[in-house]
């Protein structure tokens, strides 16, 4: 009996010593980014051009990059974007990082694939406000836009290969390689002691719960205010602060939104759906309050932000 026990001790110590790290690591509500993206070098090439083009909006004002500045993680940097014209945009705009990895698209989750919400946002009124007919007209004038496409697609420049060049390019941007990842891989000094214990009330007060997964967020749907209503302490709400009720009509959606990714969030303030929050340590405040009903303490709020530092990542090796 007594052998037998110590074989099974023996096979349990050789598991740990070999599985171990991988078994805890499956257990962390956290993955890693995948190190590659995958896609086709050329049509990224196109995609990249046409993310630049102002040619696909209306009066040739707009394109994707005044909004989605690369160079500032993917966000511009302002509570609401400037739309065509006049306009702001009804929403603070999210980073275009990662964002292939959210399950849904937008802060109310409105678009289910990369493909709708390009589509959306070409032909919003407000944003691009882009004429199909007239941006191929223009482009098929460009020759170099012809040969490229035709290149990479069967039937050259068309409506469809215009959005899935888009569709490559966006899915091309991810950011390998934070410091948390390389510490999930198991490198235990990519990250600081405050950062890790940072991680553990991230996981211990259920901070977790909703933001989680490779993005860190992007696959779930939940209030803003599930402990406490946060709009009648913020005071007036409007449209644009009803979440996903706007679409639904349904009450259990009323200031329902996604869960937004977590990834290079210290470097894509201003924060929430209406920008409204203008620094990291605030947004985290919030969330105690009214996500789970917590009023964290000073060194807890720090250690969450050191631990959020750490998921900044790099784009083409750079850090963001
Ligand atoms: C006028 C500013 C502006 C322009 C131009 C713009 N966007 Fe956006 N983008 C936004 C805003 C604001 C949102 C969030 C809108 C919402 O949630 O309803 C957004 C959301 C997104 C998202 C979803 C991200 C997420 O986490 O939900 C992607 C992807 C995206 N844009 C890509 C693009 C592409 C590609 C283009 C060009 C074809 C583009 N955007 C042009 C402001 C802009
Ligand atoms: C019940 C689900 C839930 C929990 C728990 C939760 N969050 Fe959130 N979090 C959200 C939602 C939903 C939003 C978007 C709200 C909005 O903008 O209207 C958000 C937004 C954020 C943002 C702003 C991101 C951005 O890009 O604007 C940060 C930072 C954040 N959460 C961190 C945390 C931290 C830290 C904790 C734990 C203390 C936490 N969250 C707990 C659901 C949750």
Request: charged residues 25%; negative net charge.
């Amino acid at each position: 009996m007594k052998s037998h026990n110590i074989v099974i001790y023996i096979y349990l110590a050789v598991f740990i010593k070999f599985f171990g790290f991988q078994a805890c690591q499956a257990m962390e509500p956290i993955t890693p980014l995948p190190s590659k993206h995958g896609q086709d070098p050329d049509i990224v090439a196109l995609g990249e051009r046409l993310f630049h083009d102002v040619r696909l909006s209306h009066g040739q004002q707009t394109s994707c990059a005044s909004c989605h500045i690369l160079e500032q993680a993917g966000v511009d940097g302002l509570a609401k974007s400037y739309g065509l014209d006049e306009y702001t945009t009804l929403f603070n705009t999210p980073t275009v990082f990662n964002s292939r990895y959210n399950l849904y698209q937008y802060w109310d989750g409105r678009a289910e694939t990369l493909e709708g919400q390009i589509r959306m946002v070409i032909a919003n009124p407000k944003e691009m406000d882009g004429d199909w007919n007239e941006i191929l007209n223009i482009l098929h004038r460009d020759p170099s836009y012809i040969s490229q496409f035709s290149q990479s697609y069967e039937k050259g420049l068309t409506q469809e290969s215009i959005v899935d060049a888009l569709v490559v390019y966006i899915r091309s941007l991810i950011t390998p390689d934070a410091p948390f990842d390389r510490y999930l891989k198991g490198d235990q000094n990519a990250i600081t002691e405050d950062a890790k214990q940072g991680y553990a009330l991230f996981k211990g007060y259920g901070c977790s719960a909703c933001h989680q997964g490779v993005n860190i967020g992007g696959n779930l749907f939940q209030q803003l205010g599930v402990m406490e209503n946060y709009f009648e302490k913020r005071g007036k709400w409007d449209q644009s602060d009803l979440g996903r009720y706007v679409h639904s009509q349904k009450d259990k959606d009323r200031f329902v939104f996604k869960v937004p990714s977590l990834r290079n969030v210290a470097r894509t303030g201003p924060y929430l759906h209406d920008g409204s929050v203008e620094k990291l340590d605030k947004a985290i405040r919030i969330m105690g309050r009214y996500q789970l009903g917590r009023s964290l303490k000073d060194d807890e709020v720090l250690k969450i932000e050191r631990f959020l530092e750490s998921l900044t990542g790099s784009y083409q090796g750079v850090p963001l």
